[in-house]
């Protein structure tokens, strides 16, 4: 592992970069230079506050890169705190009532995070006695209170199920670019303080881990389930966040299952990271794109928009883990981890059980996500009609298409990328081994396709029967709303003051500005012949663009000698 | 003629003594001085203290490059037999002297912009205020160059006197009140800490920093500690007026009608400050390490009290609606991690206690200027006219979220570095309980400060109409240069401290060079 040491900055700063920080550092690169690319045309409606929000995402993005790099108890905290505090401004950018409930539940989560982290960063330090995170990962030789705070803290940026709340609200309340990078990159940032922090490899507990199991796949179950009764496309997707992250958390509790190598574990986690990450991010861009594209009574079904559906069809299989896409590969990934700690395993404890239940996920992401793609079908696709090929020729100049491109043909890509980057740097002849062993296409595409299929058929007929009930008014963010109105309410009788009338404010100016009906197709061709940016936003996503460039560049070129 | 002037040279003028000597010197000769200068001649006054302000921090600096050296400064006047006034720079009272005075010189400046002329309001009796608040730093100064307690009390009677006039500078009613308020409090604090140096003098023989070697000898041949015990919580309750633990806090809010650099200075670093410093006085050096902790158990009483007014301090502060006060009550909470991290009586949760001094002194001063310019430019006093004020003012409103978020614990603002020495030092002290107590008042402070930002920041602004009708007028005033920079050099200084921790010349560093005399000699 190699780092560096500033000793005069805190309290002796330590930045990282070894092969598994560079990884990382150029996923989440990527993700945010596509984000601040696209982020003018999709938000070129509401212009109001955007100068802010290239700040805030700015800073979001530091705080980011930082998580990854920083590698010692004190900055690494100050560079989640950076990313956690800037992205409050990336998800009240709209202004309206869901979002600013959503950032009032937000905020509120984020405080309870930190200082859940906090006591377990303090303990840890008091425990080892050092500030490097790598020495306490080396010194860490059984799991304690202070690694049970961590988690919690860190359970609660990657919607740790009680701890989730947040997650549903902020997602489809902020801007899509925004929900593409929270949903990417930002909630990853748990998983890697998490791995960061605590050996999973290297420990053994079986009661913890098969507590992790049972609670990661059951979260995957649960989100799944609960989202299927949601009606905004964005909302199913944060669902389909929290599902997949409860995967990642029963694989940090496999890993803890017994000591394994740590190579395979790492390899499998990043994969399964990277690859929620990117798919999550081009989906999310989807339907923000389809939202712009398709609207009601107009539109096409012209070649472009063709692609785009196809697209988002090969995401939504990628998320389900159809064979040949990331998603195939990063469950291939699981199962092999399970074989390597069933080898080595007495019969008793056998591991086949995990197996059954990551098939069970299976079809409740494919339920899940059928169920997505019925509502982009049934609210945009088959609404639509024809328009002259003109503006169609307008459109593909456009750069948010492009960058829509780009961001899918990466997350296609990402298996042999990742792939290619991690047997280049590891050179671990085991861990190439790893990667490449037998990957079983046919056992795989029977594990898959039969989930699959009973999905599909669930997701079109269960609807049907229980459309009428209560199940299908269920509020978005499930416990959200209610804690939304705790926090005003405890905001209320402490500090006796009405925040609740500011928002009002807010509002009825808002909608004394609406008070002429807008006519949707003439915004539609105005927004479309309007120049895509101003010069002065030009200039600030260059500026940007050059800085996360140059900080990519300064990281890979550390690693090359 | 040659002999005297080298006599003067080589014992009284350039020796040790002297610079000592001149620190305080500057601020009363500046002091009383400008108490004889019309409003006619603003501009000699304005220079006169700048003046006075700068020579005593060049003077400081140059004690400091002295005790890198291992020089000694100290002034020894037998005033009566047994009766010492001693000066003398330690490393410890260094740390706060440098604090008051380099404050001092930002909030001279800040004052100077606060009382422009062209505000039209009530600038009546500058030359009292502007003298009074010299005299308030030089008695600071003092305090902090204490020999022993005798020395101390001086001082900080001095200090209670000359703030008494600054806290009714406005003349009101309301003002009044409130001064007398704290005249009786303090005063009667004042009289509680005379009769416990009494009481030390006549137990021990003196009232020397000795860190307790002489009262370990005559503890060492009685069995009977309660004297002792009684003698530290008279001592305590004493400076925990000033303090403002938690019985005794009151005077605090009500003297925030005083003028914003008053409530700066005073409320956030001198006044305040000396009492926390009195509290570090007594246990390491009239007490010490040694027999406070281990000899006579006085800890867990006074770490429990600390937090008592951590969170009541951060509840009431809650409830406040003028910006003012919040504040105040903040500054209840945030003074007690001072108390706290000594009383813990660990190295770590000492050296995070003494950096609290200077990180709390540095944010706090800050979020008062702000308020002092919301107050003046803005007309603004309550937390509910904050809103969309961000647009308006922003460089003032980033130093107060700076400060904010200071205060809250974020980091890389320097709050963030006392709060993480505080609690692993807790840890260490076996004092597991106080982490929850910090996490509690970071959380207290988050919901009471970030309602604050989120008015400023993202809440639209009120179309009231004073913005409106003097729009241009308040455009002008609005870049005001001598409001609004000492806000931002100490809003600088925080994000500093914090940043840049470890560095050699950080008060971290120099907190740790203080504590190794305490703790590991």
Known sequence: MSSTQFPNIFLGLEIAHGSIEIILLLFTLALWFISFISTPFFEKNNRKHSNELYVFMFMSMLGNIAVILFDDLISFYFAFALMNFAAYGMIIHKRDKAAIDASRVYIFMVILGESLLLPGLWMLH???????????????????????????????????IPLHIWLPLAHPASPTTCSAVLSGSIIKAGIIGLIKLIPFAYLSGPTISTILIIWGVGQSIMASLYGITQKDPKTVLAYSSVSQMGLAVCLLGIALQKNIPETFFIITILFFIIHHGVTKSALFLAVGHIKLRFIKGKVNQSATSIIIIAMTLLCVLSLIGMPFTSGGLAKNYIKQLLLIIDETNTIESSLSWVKTLITLTTFTTSFLMIHFFKLLYKNYFQKTHLIS??????????????????WVTMSIMTGPIIYTIVSAISKNHNATQFLIADIKVKQSLIDTFIPFLIGLIAAVWIPRIFKKTILYKLPEGDLGSLLNTLIQKMNQTFSKLNTEQDNENIFSTKTQKKQRPINKNKEFLKGLNESLYSKRENFGILVLIFISLAIGFLAISEVIP | MIQLIEYLTNSVLFSNSFYLLMVIISSALTGSVVFFISDKYEKTRITLNLFGALIKFLFLVIIVTGLYRLE??????????????????DSLAMLFAILSSALWLVTTVYAIGYFKKENGENN???????????????????????????????????????????????????????????????????????IGTIFLAVLTGGTYFDQGKNMAHILSSTENQLPFKILFWVLICGVGVKTALVPFHPWLPTAMVAPAPVSALLHAVAVVKAGAFGIIRIIYDVFGVEIYAKTLNLSAPLVLWASITIIYGSLKALQQT?????????????????????????????????IHLVHQGLMKITLFFCAGVLQKEAKINEIKELNGIGKIMPWTMICFTIGALGMIGIPPVA??????????????????????????????????????????????????????????????????????????????LSLLTGIFASHEMSPLSWSIFILTEFYFL
């Open chain 2, 124 to 194: 009546q009796h500058l030359q009292r205020f502007f003298g009074f608040f010299s005299l308030c730093i030089t008695s600071s100064i003092g305090i902090s160059f204490a020999g022993n307690l005798f020395t101390f009390l001086i001082f900080y009677e001095c200090l209670t006197l000359s703030t008494y006039p600054l806290v009714t500078h406005s003349g009101t009613q309301k003002a009044i009140q409130a001064g007398r308020k704290y005249l009786a409090l303090t005063l009667s604090g004042g009289l509680v800490l005379l």
């Open chain 1, 389 to 406: 090929d003109k503006l169609e020729t307008k459109y593909q100049q456009s750069k948010g298409y492009t960058s829509l491109l780009l």
């Open chain 1, 126 to 160: 008091n425990q080892y006695e050092t500030l490097s995170i790598q020495e306490v990962r080396s010194l860490t030789q059984s799991l304690s209170l202070g690694h049970a705070f961590i988690f919690a803290g860190f359970g609660i940026k990657l919607g740790l």
């Open chain 2, 72 to 89: 000694t400064y100290e002034i020894d006047w037998e005033l009566a037999k047994g009766l010492h006034f001693i000066l003398r720079a």
């Open chain 2, 415 to 492: 709050g963030f570095v006392s709060k993480w020495f505080l609690a692993t030092g807790a840890l260490e002290a076996e004092y597991s309980y106080v982490i929850w107590v910090l996490i509690g008042s970071s959380i207290l402070n988050a919901m009471y400060f970030l309602p604050l930002c989120y008015r400023i920041w993202f809440l639209p602004l009120k179309s009231s109409k004073t913005y409106e009708s003097n729009n241009r007028q308040k455009h002008k005033i609005l870049n005001n240069p001598w409001l609004y920079s000492p806000a931002i050099i100490t809003a600088l």
């Open chain 2, 322 to 354: 003028n910006i003012k006060k919040r504040l105040a009550y903040s500054t209840v909470s945030q003074l007690s991690y001072i108390t706290l991290g000594v009383a813990m009586a660990g190295p770590i949760t000492s050296i995070g206690g003494l």
